[in-house]
């Protein structure tokens, strides 16, 4: 099974954060804040061989203190906010941002281009930590187990997964709740292979963090299936689960067309476990979709997921 990422850099987002000026006489030191850099309006792109910016995107620096790690957030605002100042969006953080922030920003534009197919929502990136390759973040804050698989480099680190849920929920959406008007009660989660493994070992330890879920081809073969505990755990203390929770997986992500794990069949699995569990708040689904592999299904699923989770009904 291919369990490579497709990085699309979004080079130029960033800018270095200036120095900060020393304190005056007795006055106290500002609380640092995160830096933040705005890519230029529409039609100024820059040129000259400037790299290309996502329009109307913010970048901001938000620290992990606990690892001492910092990440990007990547942040795209719906074309309603600033008219509309006293509304609330529901907002979408996506994982492996690099590749997932500007791919989910033109689909979710695009969907409403002929009349309002989905409800705007603000869309937040999660990136890598600052100065990592794309691949070792992930491994390393995807992963709720040490035991990655043998085909990892020796020296690869896994099993970050819940010191990098604690990072966000203590860090991240407090920053974005504070600078942003989201709808609290209407977070989503967007994670693809290892960011799905850690859209659901959110689902099943803490799955109130977001109320609607897109996991995508997820990673369940990890560590022999260790979602599939988690599940159990969690039916074992509950008799519901709140979220709505749309899982998509390409057809050819079986051994019959070159991978080690039968994707197609982990999903169905699972998907079969959440519906016997009969929980009354779980809105769920399942698509196969036909003609994808691992790394072609993500636009189509992420497209499917969208209208699953913030889809308008016809005249609306």
Sequence with gaps: MMRVVVLLLLVGCARTPEASVPPQGNEAPAAPQPAQSKA????????????????????????????????????????????????????????????????????????NVEGPKL?????????YAVGDEGMPS????????????????????????????????QQVLPFVAGHYRTDETRRLLLGHSYGALLGTRILF????????YIVGSPSFWY?????ARYETDYAAGHS????????????????????????????KQMDAALRARHY???????????DEDHLSVAPRGLTHGLK???GKEQGR
């Excluded at 409800?119 to 990136?127: D, Y």
């Excluded at 560590?223 to 979602?227: Q, S």
Aim: proline content about 10%; glycine content about 10%; aromatic content about 12%.
């Design 119 to 127: 409800e705007e929502f603000i869309l937040v990136g999660l990136s």
């Design 240 to 267: 519901d689960l709140p979220a709505s929770v749309y899982m998509y997986v390409g057809q050819y992500e079986t051994p019959a067309y070159g991978n080690d794990a039968d994707m197609v069949a982990d999903a």
């Design 308 to 310: 699953f989770l913030l």
């Design 205 to 212: 330890t803490d799955p109130g963090m977001f109320s609607g």
């Design 40 to 111: 230029s309006v529409l039609g100024g792109q820059r040129g000259d061989g400037m790299p290309y910016e996502v329009v109307g995107s913010e970048v901001w620096d938000v620290p992990d203190p606990v690892s001492g790690r910092t990440y990007q957030v990547f942040v795209a605002l719906p074309p309603s906010y600033a008219d509309t100042p006293e509304r609330t969006y529901p907002v979408l953080y996506v994982t492996d941002a690099d590749y997932a922030f500007p791919l989910a920003r033109q689909i979710g534009r695009r969907l």
């Design 138 to 169: 992930r491994r390393r804050d995807y992963t709720p187990t040490p035991n990655g698989p043998r085909s990892a480099p020796a020296d690869a680190v896994h099993g970050g997964a819940d010191a990098y849920i604690g990072y966000l929920r």
């Design 223 to 227: 560590d022999r299936n260790v979602t």
């Design 280 to 290: 009354p708040s779980l809105r769920l689904q399942l698509d196969v979709l036909n």
